[in-house]
């Protein structure tokens, strides 16, 4: 059964920085592609950011393109989201999840196993 944990959440001030992981049980990411979510209140959970299995290819929402940097260690099962110049509307909880089948990255219905989420507060 895989189990994802993210980590790293807090509260920041805009314009700050604030890095975020998702660690897997066994070998998921080395398998899967993973895929990085946020969820605000009121609001559908919108994709954010994807990385294949390799690390080779990665793709972002144009929301957070040139400011959020996602990356992976195959080795240590984690992958991590680095988010700079950080927004209030990038206030959100945060979810990892794993890809589990051909649907499109940026679309929820790919993901299973997602982790229990990890909330990112930008203040103004």
């Known amino acids: 059964q895989v189990q994802l944990v993210e980590s790293g959440g807090g509260l920041v001030q805009a314009g700050g920085s604030l890095r975020i992981s998702c660690a897997a049980s066994g070998r998921t990411f080395s398998i899967y592609g993973t895929g990085w979510f946020r969820q605000a209140p009121g609001k559908e959970r919108e994709f954010v950011t994807y990385i294949g299995s390799s690390g080779i290819n990665s793709y972002y929402a144009d929301s957070v393109k040139e400011r959020f940097t996602i990356s992976k260690d195959n080795a240590n099962n984690t992958v991590y989201l680095q988010m700079n110049n950080l927004k209030p509307e990038d206030t959100a909880v945060y979810y990892c999840?794993?890809?589990?089948?051909?649907?499109?990255?940026?679309?929820?219905?790919?993901?299973?196993?997602w982790g229990q989420g990890t909330q990112v507060t930008v203040s103004s």
């Open positions: 999840g794993v890809r589990v089948n051909g649907v499109r990255y940026s679309s929820a219905a790919a993901y299973d196993h």
